[in-house]
């Protein structure tokens, strides 16, 4: 066991599959407004955003940007999951909107680059997957008759959101960089993943492949966010280069100890039951048991295995953490 690491060093020794000093308490994605407001009616103190909690909590810090490949007037749709694009020609005038030139912020980019020096958090970055950004052109369902009603005009976005990401990380690697990224995908609910693995193949490893090297070359984590059941996509990822996946959620039955035993040089980041938070100290205490083997095996990072849930209060939230920094010296 070693002692005294920073959040960075830390981080990179649990994904090396090294010695660490415990493991990082972590929540890997901000928490609901509606969890927020709940808190703050329980004392929670006002106007902190997502980093100063993560210090009020005594957390580990880790700081995400989320690059996005639609400028600032791009349209609002219609509804929740409708799109804009109907062919060839809608995609061509929306694209005005997307790709923007100045998509990285400089000076935050300068400021992380700073952070990140003291060693005192962990940086990283999202890019919108080969699923996910297609499906916000389109819209949810005519994304899914896309793979066959339109399948040159999906492999033409997707080339040129992997040219935008391309830049994006030249971009960014100017000032940092970053411990590790994530492809924002979601392409995986309760039943499994939302396409078969031929169109994963022909549709999105390819572009995966244009992207991984230039990561790798950097020593940039790369990790797939993806909610569900990643049970059986989980290969397939890894196929394409990517090396761990996010948040394991498990109401929709992932067991973070079989992905092990499956992929024992995959990473992954979440796996801890949420709907067990307020359920009493014994409940966590379960939960923590059953990830501990597994964590001590590095390359896991517990946390939420999504956003931690308004249906938990302030108290339970504190008792939880307590439970965690016990089980986080435990582990290693």
Request: proline content about 5%; glycine content about 6%; hydrophobic content about 35%.
């Amino acid at each position: 066991m070693k002692s005294g690491m920073t959040a960075k060093e830390r981080f990179h020794a649990i994904m090396n599959f090294d010695s660490f000093d415990r493991l990082p308490i972590l929540e890997w994605a901000s928490w609901w407004d509606k969890t927020l407001e709940r808190w703050r009616s329980e004392g929670l103190p006002e106007r902190l955003d997502r980093y100063d909690l993560y210090r009020h909590f005594g957390m580990d810090v880790y700081y995400q940007d989320w690059i996005r490949p639609r400028g600032h007037s791009f349209p609002k749709p219609e509804s929740h999951g409708a799109g804009f694009v109907k062919d060839a020609v809608s995609y061509e005038s929306l694209k005005q909107f997307l790709y923007p030139e100045n998509a990285v912020n400089a000076d935050t980019w300068k400021k992380l680059a700073q952070e990140q020096k003291s060693g005192d958090c962990v940086v990283w970055f999202t890019l919108e997957g080969f699923f996910w950004f297609p499906r916000t052109l389109f819209g949810i369902e005519e994304h899914l008759y896309a793979f066959y009603d339109h399948p040159e005009l999906m492999r033409r976005m997707n080339e040129d959101l992997a040219q935008f990401h391309l830049k994006t990380i030249d971009e960014i690697c100017r000032y940092a960089t970053p411990d590790f990224m994530t492809f924002a995908e979601d392409m995986s609910y309760n039943n499994g993943p939302m396409l078969s693995k031929e169109l994963f193949d022909e549709f999105i490893t390819p572009y995966y492949r244009m992207i991984v090297p230039k990561l790798k070359e950097r020593g940039i984590r790369i990790i797939v966010d993806s909610d569900g059941d990643v049970s059986t996509p989980s290969s397939w990822f890894e196929e394409a280069g990517i090396e761990g996946i996010l948040p394991l959620e498990r109401q929709a039955g992932v067991d973070v100890s079989k992905l092990r035993n499956d992929h024992p040089n995959q990473l992954y980041i979440g796996a801890f039951d949420k709907m067990t938070m307020n359920k009493g100290e014994e409940a966590v205490r379960m939960e923590f048991e059953r990830l501990l083997p597994t964590a001590r095996q590095g390359g896991f990072l517990i946390s939420c295995d999504h956003q931690t849930p308004p249906g938990v209060s302030l108290e339970q939230y504190e008792s939880y953490l307590r439970i965690f920094r016990e089980y986080a010296e435990k582990a290693s």
